[in-house]
């Protein structure tokens, strides 16, 4: 029985799979595939590959989400701008407007409801009538001209340089959307998940586009070889279960009292942790939660697969589909 996967079909969003009892002749050296010895084998290497895609698709969404979300409002924030920057260029045809009044021989202290002046600025030399305030003088008249044009001179000024940052901040986050949608597998996207930054930075127009090191989203330690991270706060535990922690990697929390989530790395998929860091990671998962005074504490720990967000819930909580429960004294290992 042969698993066979189609690494070369572009327009797929999933890198597609197939099992076939039989060799393929037909495909390319641009597919790879493995042989095992039964189709129970067979089957379980397809259906872990497709949860392991599926999973890497659920982590991206919502980062993508909210980088699309952001590259929108810099597009409506690009638009206003070029609106305003039309209203300044508009304004430079004061400067020339107040000029030929000044030149046009009109006594300046005279209240006129208009001005016929000649447009020596034209490509070709023509009469225009120009439209004035009468409640004003034409001195006056020509004087509001030329401090509109001034302070549309200095608002246009700003307002070219607020769009060269904004395009240059359009330009990378589609860069960066880019370079995301295009990651097929877990190790790339363990190698960055940790420079993505928290969901409230992402949704924030305005934030920096240098994202901040893990150690500053979450606790990190080493722990018998064992990375080990445990999230600050209710979005940061979001973040971390959902968007960094890969689907093998293993998950602790405290039963029944809020806390931090506590993720433990798992790039060999074991199925099973050494017991002592299994222990150390709970003590951990106690420590960081509400009952952090108690002297024995339930924890819940499970695959990170096992764990879902419900609908609509608040940042923080989740459901568990499988786990398996460990009581322990709750300890800080970080300060050991």
């Given amino acids: 029985m042969g698993v066979y996967r189609a690494a070369a079909w572009p327009h797929s969003r999933l890198h597609k799979a197939i099992v076939s009892p039989m060799e393929l002749e037909s495909l390319t050296r641009t597919h790879s595939s493995r042989v095992f010895a039964n189709i129970l084998e067979a089957a379980k290497f397809y259906f872990d590959e497709l949860e392991g895609r599926l999973l890497l698709e659920h982590a991206k969404m919502p980062i993508l989400r909210d980088m699309r979300r952001v590259a929108k409002r810099f597009a409506d924030r690009e638009k206003r701008l070029q609106r305003e920057q039309q209203k300044y260029a508009e304004a430079e045809a004061l400067q020339k407007t107040a000029q030929m009044l000044t030149s046009s021989g009109m006594k300046m202290d005279q209240h006129?409801?208009?001005?016929?002046?000649?447009?020596?600025?034209?490509?070709?030399?023509r009469q225009i009538e120009v439209p004035l305030d009468t409640t004003i003088s034409?001195?006056?008249n020509v004087d509001r001209m030329f401090k509109r044009y001034q302070k549309a001179g200095r608002g246009q000024s700003i307002v070219a340089k607020q769009l060269t940052e904004l395009r240059n901040q359009r330009a990378e986050i589609e860069e960066q959307t880019k370079r995301l949608q295009n990651i097929k597998d877990?190790?790339?996207w363990m190698a960055i998940a940790s420079k993505i930054p928290s969901?409230?930075?992402?949704?924030?127009?305005?934030?920096?586009?240098?994202?901040?090191a893990q150690a500053r989203r979450f606790r990190t330690l080493t722990i018998d070889g064992r990375q080990i991270l445990v999230g600050k706060g209710a979005r940061e535990n979001d973040d971390l279960t959902f968007d960094v922690a890969a689907p093998d990697d293993f998950w602790f929390h405290v039963a029944d009292y809020s806390g931090s989530h506590v993720i433990v790395r798992n790039p060999g998929k074991d199925k099973e942790l050494e017991q002592p860091v299994l222990v150390k990671a709970a003590q951990l998962a106690a420590y960081f939660s509400?009952?952090?005074?108690?002297?024995?504490v339930e924890v819940h720990y499970t695959k990170r697969k096992y764990v879902t967000k419900p609908r609509h819930a608040k940042p923080g909580l989740v459901r568990l589909l499988e786990f398996k429960s460990i009581k322990v004294e709750p300890k800080n290992w970080l300060d050991m």
């Fill in 199 to 212: 969901r409230s930075e992402r949704g924030s127009a305005s934030a920096p586009t240098h994202v901040p």
């Fill in 290 to 296: 509400q009952a952090r005074n108690s002297s024995k």
């Fill in 112 to 125: 006129y409801e208009s001005a016929k002046v000649t447009d020596y600025f034209a490509h070709e030399p």
């Fill in 186 to 188: 877990w190790d790339t």
């Fill in 138 to 140: 034409l001195r006056e």
